[in-house]
């Protein structure tokens, strides 16, 4: 059948913080499958504040996009044809989908199939997929958290930042979070459960650091930092002895051309006098534990432990609308663009060891490795 594939394009490299002039819509027929390929129909596509940083020329430790081709983005797809021997129509599998409506691929080993049973197919997009993960293995891992201590957080309603505080909090943790306005503040310590939140926009950084010390009178224990910049150096000064700074993203300086060009207070003052542990972190190091991880998000998603707030838009024409609402933090929760509804019916992986997995009463660990194989 002939097919068109409708696409958002990236025309150029951004001066700065990305423009909606970044993208283009276009349109393109779809080849006929070649042997060893599979079509997929894109039916989400997530959002991510990683995607500035495939946009710009430095070195980073995500591929790159360049300029004419179709943007890079995350998300689910169908299968919908298929001449690949071992990839079957109907599955859905998460992978790198790009921005727009259709993908023909040949790899296979670059998708992982979703387990139905397991969570619901947008969760792969937050809570039970890279998202939670970053939360996870940032938190856990590197934060190495003791209960009582304090975990601040900055972007803390964010997609990872929201997952995090909740993880914090189920483990025994007083979390704050540093968001941009005083109406997020109110907003995430209802919806996250923050025992405090301090706003950042039109601060100084000497301001926002004596916020920071009324929201957090112990000291701060964990940093969880999805930032960097002005914010991350209004924090230096109300670490505790033996605190950990676990660096997740830059959020606060991806209006910068080059992140190299960032500027502030050195800060090997605070790390030796305090003996702080910074630490970058990147999921992608993590991947050999992901599917633990993606077995311990989804059994406190399904106990009602780590709530979801997804804020979904339609259609390919309103991809770059959702980019710069996720940008501008817009987003009333994680991202997510809707091109076709998934048709679960259509799925034959199993659920039901997804299902066994999430039960109260399975010996669950068990199970999480054998899906791990
Ligand atoms: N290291 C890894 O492997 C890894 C993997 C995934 C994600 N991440 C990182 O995790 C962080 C959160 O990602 P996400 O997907 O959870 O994001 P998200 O849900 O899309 O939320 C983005 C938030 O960023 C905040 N923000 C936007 N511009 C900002 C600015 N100039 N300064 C400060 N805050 C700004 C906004 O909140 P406010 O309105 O409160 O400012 C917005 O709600 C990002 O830094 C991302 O790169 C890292």
Same mark, same amino acid.
């Given at each position: 059948m002939n097919r068109n594939n409708r696409l958002v394009r990236f025309t150029h490299r951004p001066e700065g913080r990305p423009s909606p002039e970044i993208f283009a819509l276009a349109m393109q027929p779809l080849p006929a499958l070649k042997a060893g390929e599979f079509l997929g129909r894109n039916c989400y596509l997530s959002m991510d504040p990683a995607l500035v940083g495939r946009m710009r020329g430095e070195s980073n430790y995500a591929e790159t996009v360049e300029p004419g081709e179709t943007m890079h983005a995350y998300g689910l797809t169908q299968v919908i044809e298929s001449r690949h021997p071992a990839v079957k129509v109907g599955t859905v599998l998460l992978g790198r989908c790009d921005m727009q409506e259709y993908l023909i691929a040949s790899d296979a080993s670059a998708f992982t199939r979703i387990n139905l049973g397991l969570a619901e197919p947008t969760a792969y997009l937050s809570a039970v997929g890279i998202t939670g993960a970053t939360a996870y293995f940032g938190l856990f891992?590197? @934060?190495?958290p003791k209960a009582g201590e304090t975990l601040l957080i900055s972007a803390g309603a964010s997609s990872v930042g929201s997952i995090a505080a909740q993880l914090g909090k189920s483990f025994g943790l007083r979390t704050v979070a540093i968001v941009s306005s005083e109406d997020k503040a109110e907003q995430a310590k209802q919806e *996250? @459960?923050?025992a405090a939140a301090v706003s950042y926009r039109g601060k100084s950084i000497e301001q926002l650091s004596a916020d920071i010390a009324r929201a957090c009178p112990n000291g701060v224990d964990i940093y969880f930092d999805n930032t960097s910049g002005d914010i991350s150096e209004a924090v230096l000064d109300h670490f505790n002895d033996f605190a950990r700074h676990i660096v997740i993203g830059r959020l606060g300086i991806s209006h910068l051309s080059d992140t190299r060009q960032d500027v502030g207070r050195r800060d090997n003052n605070a790390i030796l006098a305090k003996r702080i542990r910074k630490q970058g972190m990147v999921l992608l190091d993590h991947k050999p534990r992901m599917m633990s991880a993606i077995v311990q998000l989804a059994k406190r998603v399904r106990h009602g432990e780590i709530q979801l707030k997804d804020d979904v838009l339609e259609g390919i024409e309103n991809v770059p609308k959702a980019f710069f609402r996720m940008l501008n933090g817009e987003s009333q929760g994680k991202q997510l663009v809707r091109l076709a509804e998934i048709?679960? #019916?259509?799925? #034959?992986?199993?659920?039901w060891p997804g299902r066994l997995i999430t039960a109260? *009463?399975?010996?669950?660990a068990a199970l999480a490795r054998l899906l791990a194989r």
């Amino acid at each position: 059948m002939n097919r068109n594939n409708r696409l958002v394009r990236f025309t150029h490299r951004p001066e700065g913080r990305p423009s909606p002039e970044i993208f283009a819509l276009a349109m393109q027929p779809l080849p006929a499958l070649k042997a060893g390929e599979f079509l997929g129909r894109n039916c989400y596509l997530s959002m991510d504040p990683a995607l500035v940083g495939r946009m710009r020329g430095e070195s980073n430790y995500a591929e790159t996009v360049e300029p004419g081709e179709t943007m890079h983005a995350y998300g689910l797809t169908q299968v919908i044809e298929s001449r690949h021997p071992a990839v079957k129509v109907g599955t859905v599998l998460l992978g790198r989908c790009d921005m727009q409506e259709y993908l023909i691929a040949s790899d296979a080993s670059a998708f992982t199939r979703i387990n139905l049973g397991l969570a619901e197919p947008t969760a792969y997009l937050s809570a039970v997929g890279i998202t939670g993960a970053t939360a996870y293995f940032g938190l856990f891992d590197l @934060g190495r958290p003791k209960a009582g201590e304090t975990l601040l957080i900055s972007a803390g309603a964010s997609s990872v930042g929201s997952i995090a505080a909740q993880l914090g909090k189920s483990f025994g943790l007083r979390t704050v979070a540093i968001v941009s306005s005083e109406d997020k503040a109110e907003q995430a310590k209802q919806e *996250w @459960g923050y025992a405090a939140a301090v706003s950042y926009r039109g601060k100084s950084i000497e301001q926002l650091s004596a916020d920071i010390a009324r929201a957090c009178p112990n000291g701060v224990d964990i940093y969880f930092d999805n930032t960097s910049g002005d914010i991350s150096e209004a924090v230096l000064d109300h670490f505790n002895d033996f605190a950990r700074h676990i660096v997740i993203g830059r959020l606060g300086i991806s209006h910068l051309s080059d992140t190299r060009q960032d500027v502030g207070r050195r800060d090997n003052n605070a790390i030796l006098a305090k003996r702080i542990r910074k630490q970058g972190m990147v999921l992608l190091d993590h991947k050999p534990r992901m599917m633990s991880a993606i077995v311990q998000l989804a059994k406190r998603v399904r106990h009602g432990e780590i709530q979801l707030k997804d804020d979904v838009l339609e259609g390919i024409e309103n991809v770059p609308k959702a980019f710069f609402r996720m940008l501008n933090g817009e987003s009333q929760g994680k991202q997510l663009v809707r091109l076709a509804e998934i048709d679960l #019916s259509a799925d #034959s992986t199993p659920r039901w060891p997804g299902r066994l997995i999430t039960a109260r *009463w399975f010996p669950t660990a068990a199970l999480a490795r054998l899906l791990a194989r």
